[in-house]
């Protein structure tokens, strides 16, 4: 009995649209930390860096294409004589706006912190 109602659960998530989709788009992890440009070694700024362009990329590489390909997803899985297909296709896309402004606006903080971090870090290395 309980081996049915697992498989039917499993079988109802699968069946689901948009489901499969959802769970692609996994949002990157930021790097936890920038190291502070006067006080750090060049070691750490080039880690830090590493780190911030694997992030970048993930990002904008993988994050937001598959942000656009789970939009057109489920936008295409709607049934055009819904009566409620526009509110549901604008649904979908302010969805998927605010994800999409919600990463770059993290990635840009970051930029932004690194780069002051950087400047600091040359200026220190000037003294």
Known sequence: ???HLIHASLA???LAPGVAAHAA???PQAPKAIPNGVAATKEQMLEAQVAIK????????TYLPCLEA??????AALDNMDPEYTAKMANIETVHAKKHNAALDELTALADRWSQELKAYSAAQKK
């Open 1 to 3: 009995m309980m081996k």
């Open 12 to 14: 109802a998530l699968l």
């Open 25 to 27: 788009c996994v949002y």
């Open 54 to 61: 694997q992030y970048s990329s993930a990002v904008q590489e």
């Open 70 to 75: 789970e939009k057109n997803e489920s936008i």
